[in-house]
């Protein structure tokens, strides 16, 4: 429990030091059936399986105070022949003649990057994504029941969320452990088959349901301080991908029995952080840790080349956040986040121990910054917006300690 507590804590710290505000994307990515579900014999509905997705976005701030909310909704996938033409033909079931393929059942998949949110994320937001997948039957749409009910909770999953999505599964590894069921939350089950649940009727109902109707939403809570970690995460589908998984049989729904994954993709574009600062007035022993990040002084005349880690500031200010240089012999550069992700590319030059020069981020906006090295290796120095090397703000780093032995293993 001990060494739980610690875990819990040191990646509470890690993300809220390193929280940031940026642009979030989310995208529909497909789906994989492993077992289709229960369906009129006569097929009048279509062939095998006709589903559509919802995606409930909740947007909260780091209290869990809801900011905005948006509900999306697919096009139906399945058997697109005949009266059907306005679904997208997807599955692999055929008629009794071998022909007019469409209609899904176990074994298919379908694949797609269709954006359906994009939100501006402030530091220490969640967005909580609700995918669900449906049975759909147009004799009775249960989803705007559902729909209405979940809304109805909409509040209460932010908050209870919002403490505990600090992402402990990206210090673990395990990106699943972003799934949250809402019962989890105290949240009470949502009946949402109607007839369909009760009597086994047709209808469109959820995919996941229990044999009496109750149904368990997911919720995937995604806060900024873990969306760089997670859209650089693979769990099998691509980077930033996550399987949410809904089977009926797990749930005693012998009767029903659909078994389907559903997948969504997450982008995130963090704001350029302004640069960095330094007032020279930082004491330095022999070894230092800035920014999580162990450094070495530097002798004067020592080569630049290399990682150097420290902080910035705005107007006179050298700190507190997160500064990173990656300088290469050839006089090219980048800017490191504190995960060492690349976030801006430029070119600097060196001479007479003073340090000049300029770079773009990936996501937009140029930065110029000078400084002067000093006596114990460090430096300290002044950025700026587009070619000023001065006037937003002062910063400081030194040589990252890995750096400072080369290629030794």
Same mark, same amino acid.
């Not at 710290?13 to 994989?32: C, D, K, N, P, W």
């Not at 930082?282 to 420290?310: D, L």
């Given at each position: 429990?001990?060494?739980?507590?610690?875990?819990?804590?040191?990646?509470?710290?890690?993300?809220?030091?390193?929280?940031?505000?940026?642009?979030?994307?989310?995208?529909?990515?497909?789906?994989? *059936?492993?077992?289709?579900?229960?369906?009129?014999?006569?097929?009048?509905?279509?062939?095998?399986?006709? !589903?559509?997705? &919802?995606?409930?976005?909740?947007?909260?701030?780091?209290?869990?105070?809801?900011?905005?909310?948006?509900?999306?909704?697919?096009?139906?996938?399945?058997?697109?022949?005949?009266?059907?033409?306005?679904?997208?033909?997807?599955?692999? *079931?055929?008629?009794?003649?071998?022909?007019?393929?469409?209609?899904?059942?176990?074994?298919?998949?379908?694949? *797609?990057?269709?954006?359906?949110?994009?939100?501006?994320?402030?530091?220490?937001?969640?967005?909580?994504?609700?995918?669900?997948?449906? /049975?759909?039957?147009?004799?009775?749409?249960?989803?705007?029941?559902?729909?209405?009910?979940?809304?109805? %909770?909409?509040?209460?999953?932010?908050?209870?969320? %919002?403490?505990?999505?600090?992402?402990?599964?990206?210090?673990?590894?395990?990106? %699943?452990?972003?799934?949250? =069921?809402?019962?989890?939350?105290?949240?009470?089950?949502?009946?949402?088959?109607?007839?369909?649940?009760?009597?086994?009727?047709?209808?469109?109902? =959820?995919?996941?349901?229990?044999?009496?109707?109750?149904?368990?939403?997911?919720?995937?809570?995604?806060?900024?301080?873990?969306?760089?970690?997670?859209?650089?995460?693979?769990?099998?589908?691509?980077?930033?991908?996550?399987?949410?998984?809904?089977?009926? /049989?797990?749930?005693?729904?012998?009767?029903?029995?659909?078994?389907?994954?559903?997948?969504?993709? !997450? /982008?995130?574009?963090?704001? =350029? !952080?302004?640069?960095?600062?330094?007032?020279?007035? &930082?004491?330095?022993?022999?070894?230092?840790?800035?920014?999580?990040?162990? &450094?070495?002084?530097?002798?004067?005349?020592?080569s630049v080349a290399g990682t150097w880690a420290g902080t910035?500031?705005?107007?006179?200010n050298n700190g507190p956040n997160f500064y990173s240089f990656?300088?290469?012999?050839?006089?090219?550069?980048?800017?490191?986040?504190n995960i060492g992700a690349v976030i801006a590319n430029g070119?600097?030059?060196?001479?007479?121990?003073?340090?000049?020069?300029?770079?773009?981020?990936?996501?937009?906006?140029?930065?110029?910054?000078?400084?002067?090295?000093?006596?114990?290796?460090?430096?300290?120095?002044?950025?700026?917006?587009?070619?000023?090397?001065?006037?937003?703000?002062?910063?400081?780093?030194?040589?990252?300690?890995?750096?400072?032995?080369?290629?030794?293993?």
């Amino acid at each position: 429990m001990k060494k739980i507590m610690l875990l819990f804590f040191l990646t509470f710290t890690l993300h809220t030091m390193f929280a940031q505000s940026g642009r979030i994307r989310v995208y529909f990515a497909g789906f994989e *059936c492993f077992r289709e579900t229960w369906d009129d014999i006569l097929n009048a509905d279509g062939k095998g399986d006709e !589903v559509f997705f &919802t995606f409930n976005f909740i947007q909260a701030d780091r209290n869990g105070n809801v900011k905005r909310s948006y509900e999306k909704r697919t096009s139906v996938y399945g058997d697109a022949t005949g009266p059907f033409s306005n679904r997208i033909s997807v599955g692999s *079931c055929v008629d009794l003649f071998g022909n007019n393929k469409g209609g899904i059942k176990g074994g298919d998949k379908y694949y *797609c990057n269709d954006l359906i949110s994009e939100y501006d994320m402030a530091d220490g937001d969640v967005l909580t994504v609700i995918p669900v997948g449906w /049975e759909h039957d147009p004799i009775a749409d249960n989803s705007i029941s559902f729909t209405t009910t979940i809304k109805g %909770a909409y509040s209460s999953i932010a908050q209870k969320l %919002a403490p505990i999505a600090i992402g402990i599964n990206i210090a673990t590894g395990n990106l %699943a452990g972003l799934i949250v =069921p809402v019962t989890a939350l105290g949240i009470s089950k949502i009946k949402a088959g109607g007839d369909q649940g009760e009597l086994g009727r047709a209808g469109t109902r =959820p995919i996941g349901m229990e044999k009496y109707g109750d149904f368990t939403p997911l919720a995937v809570p995604l806060k900024t301080s873990s969306l760089a970690d997670i859209t650089r995460s693979n769990m099998g589908f691509g980077n930033g991908v996550i399987a949410t998984n809904y089977n009926e /049989e797990a749930v005693n729904n012998l009767r029903d029995h659909g078994n389907y994954t559903i997948l969504f993709k !997450v /982008e995130f574009t963090p704001d =350029p !952080v302004v640069p960095p600062a330094n007032t020279g007035n &930082t004491q330095m022993g022999n070894t230092k840790t800035v920014g999580g990040v162990k &450094t070495v002084n530097m002798p004067v005349g020592t080569s630049v080349a290399g990682t150097w880690a420290g902080t910035y500031g705005t107007a006179n200010n050298n700190g507190p956040n997160f500064y990173s240089f990656r300088l290469n012999a050839d006089g090219t550069m980048q800017v490191v986040s504190n995960i060492g992700a690349v976030i801006a590319n430029g070119n600097y030059s060196f001479s007479n121990n003073q340090l000049t020069g300029s770079y773009t981020y990936t996501s937009s906006g140029k930065f110029s910054f000078a400084a002067t090295m000093q006596a114990n290796g460090t430096f300290s120095g002044t950025w700026g917006s587009n070619t000023n090397v001065s006037g937003g703000g002062n910063w400081v780093m030194s040589k990252a300690a890995m750096n400072a032995v080369g290629n030794i293993r």
